[in-house]
């Protein structure tokens, strides 16, 4: 088996950086060295896919490079921060060269896309998992929380919703296409990192949808301490979810299935067209779906029993 450093140097270690994206010092020593620029606050946010937790072990390995990296930029989209860069620990049960080179080629892509460069990790053996820790800019004291969220606000979600749910459904019932558009959006979510840094100034509170819809209102009503009264008709469900799943499942993939990586935003009514001008700029749909309400909790939903992921409590019903 071929040495952490001679994976690491084969398959992670990109071409230096110009000084245009603040690194002083990338991979290769004890520590990278950044420059953040003045004016901004860093945003930083960590996550761990674990295999057949988080991911399928045997969907694509480019799929889970790409992946391993969007679900950590979708924690930067919620702060409306911009990506600049990215750590990555990489546990290998074994350094199947053919697997590493698709596994890279994916995580380098949204390195490519995102703007965000690699700037040292660590490659060590034992089950697959994969930690990726995104390091993100956002003008001083602009970031969005999720402590903002007032009574009259407007709830939002960008995009469409049930995607992720529906995309796993396939994969375990044996769908391999993956251009289906479920599989796509499971394997291949797409972080609103643009979304977030248009919603800046209008937004009083924002969280990605990672863990299902209702389970990340309510960190957002928990943190603002207020309630929210929803309209589930109005939820955009992602295409083909009914035709996948049929309504009941799909309208329960929309509310609590995770995996979406959208972002569900709180703003003032006041604020809602600018908002929804700005990202149909980007070709992205944002659709109210409720309103914040002083009084504790969510109505609106028979929520009784349903619940997102959440570790130590089981997958979702």
């Excluded at 991911?55 to 979708?74: C, K, N, Q, T």
């Excluded at 490519?112 to 089950?127: I, P, Q």
């Excluded at 994969?171 to 840094?197: C, F, N, S, T």
């Excluded at 955009?236 to 995770?258: F, H, K, S, Y």
Aim: glycine fraction near 12%; charge should be negative.
């Amino acid at each position: 088996m071929a040495s952490e450093f001679d994976l690491i140097a084969r398959h992670f270690t990109p071409a230096a950086p110009g000084p245009e994206a603040g690194v002083a010092l990338g991979v290769g020593d004890d520590c990278t060295l950044l420059a953040p620029r003045p004016g901004r606050q860093l945003a930083v946010s960590v996550d761990t896919s674990v295999a057949n937790v988080h991911f399928p072990a045997d969907a694509p390995a480019e799929a889970i490079g790409y992946r391993a990296l969007a679900v950590s930029l979708s924690d930067l989209a919620a702060m409306g921060a911009e990506s600049r860069w990215c750590l990555m620990a990489l546990t290998l049960e074994n350094d199947d060269e053919t697997w590493l080179e698709s596994f890279a080629r994916g995580f380098h892509s949204l390195c490519t896309a995102s703007h965000t460069a690699l700037v040292g990790g660590d490659v060590t053996r034992g089950e697959l998992a994969i930690g990726v820790t995104v390091m993100g800019e956002v003008p001083h004291g602009q970031a969005l929380r999720r402590s903002g969220a007032q009574p009259g606000d407007i709830l939002a979600v960008t995009g469409a919703l049930g995607g992720g749910a529906g995309g796993l459904a396939l994969w375990k019932r044996g769908e391999r296409d993956l251009d289906h558009p479920l599989l796509a959006r499971y394997l291949k979510p797409a972080p609103r990192l643009a979304a977030g840094q248009a919603l800046l100034g209008l937004a009083h509170a924002a969280i990605d949808i990672s863990d299902g819809l209702l389970a990340d209102l309510e960190h957002v009503l928990a943190a603002s301490g207020v309630g929210a009264r929803l309209e589930p008709e109005t939820l955009p469900l992602a295409p083909g979810l009914v035709e996948a799943l049929g309504i009941q499942a799909a309208g329960r993939a929309a509310l609590c299935g995770g995996d979406d990586y959208e972002l569900l935003v709180s703003l003032p009514a006041a604020a809602f067209d600018e908002a929804r001008r700005r990202l149909s700029e980007q070709d992205l749909a944002l659709t109210p779906i409720g309103t914040i309400c002083a009084e504790a909790g969510v109505t609106g939903v028979e929520i009784e029993g349903a619940r997102g992921w959440q570790h130590f409590r089981g997958d979702t019903p």
